[in-house]
T-cell receptor, first 113, second 111 residues
Framework: ETGVTQTPRHLVMGMTNKKSLKCEQHLGHNAMYWYKQSAKKPLELMFVYSLEERVENNSVPSRFSPECPNSSHLFLHLHTLQPEDSALYLC????????????FGPGTRLTVL | GQNIDQPTEMTATEGAIVQINCTYQTSGFNGLFWYQQHAGEAPTFLSYNVLDGLEEKGRFSSFLSRSKGYSYLLLKELQMKDSASYLCAVRNAGNNRKLIWGLGTSLAVNP
């Protein structure tokens, strides 16, 4: 595998379910990001991790819980989501936090019923 | 507030030149980025401008005027594969170096 990978690519869940999104980067980067991309809205930065430490949390509801066990892996744990949380969730990485170029994964298309 | 404006949609003809504009109002500035995103795929980095002027990279060029809060992405010799969404993003200055993103411009290249 090369670049940034995300699993699953598609996820449908009920409002009472608990699920997790996984991201893995094979680039040796130190920073990883979670973004939310909704229709007719700009990309929204959710979380930033630098060397496994969370350095940014943009007022994201607590029903989204990130986890970064090491610099190559990033998870987004989901529980009691709302239909308006349906979106494309993109993971990205960069050499250092705030670097010029971010490398994005293909995203997880999430539908909350 | 912080705002990035770019046209929602554009169309162009294969082989032609198209210019996609982006204007911004942000609380600080530490660089402007252009990303390309094909439908259903990840955004990919195209260009970065931090100083005024034109940056050329093959068929794509990006221009920045910091005094005007303005940038454009110029695509030459358009190909069908250039049909995609083009995202403009501005990086804040200081410790908070996060990117502020525009909505993207959906470009359709017709034969």
């Amino acid at each position: 595998e090369t670049g940034v990978t995300q699993t699953p690519r598609h996820l449908v869940m009920g409002m009472t379910n608990k699920k997790s999104l996984k991201c893995e980067q094979h680039l040796g980067h130190n920073a990883m990001y979670w973004y939310k991309q909704s229709a007719k809205k700009p990309l929204e930065l959710m979380f930033v991790y630098s060397l496994e430490e969370r350095v940014e949390n943009n007022s994201v509801p607590s029903r989204f819980s990130p986890e970064c066990p090491n610099s190559s892996h990033l998870f987004l744990h989901l529980h009691t989501l709302q239909p308006e949380d349906s979106a494309l969730y993109l993971c990205a990485s960069s050499q250092e936090a705030g670097d010029n170029e971010q490398f994005f994964g293909p995203g997880t298309r999430l539908t909350v019923l | 507030g912080q705002n990035i404006d770019q046209p929602t949609e554009m169309t162009a003809t294969e082989g032609a030149i198209v210019q996609i504009n982006c204007t911004y109002q942000t609380s600080g500035f530490n660089g402007l980025f252009w990303y390309q995103q094909h439908a259903g795929e990840a955004p990919t980095f195209l260009s970065y401008n931090v100083l005024d002027g034109l940056e050329e990279k093959g068929r794509f060029s990006s221009f920045l005027s910091r005094s005007k809060g303005y940038s454009y992405l110029l695509l030459k010799e358009l190909q069908m594969k250039d049909s995609a969404s083009y995202l403009c993003a501005v990086r804040n200055a200081g410790n908070n170096r996060k990117l502020i993103w525009g909505l993207g411009t959906s470009l359709a290249v017709n034969p």
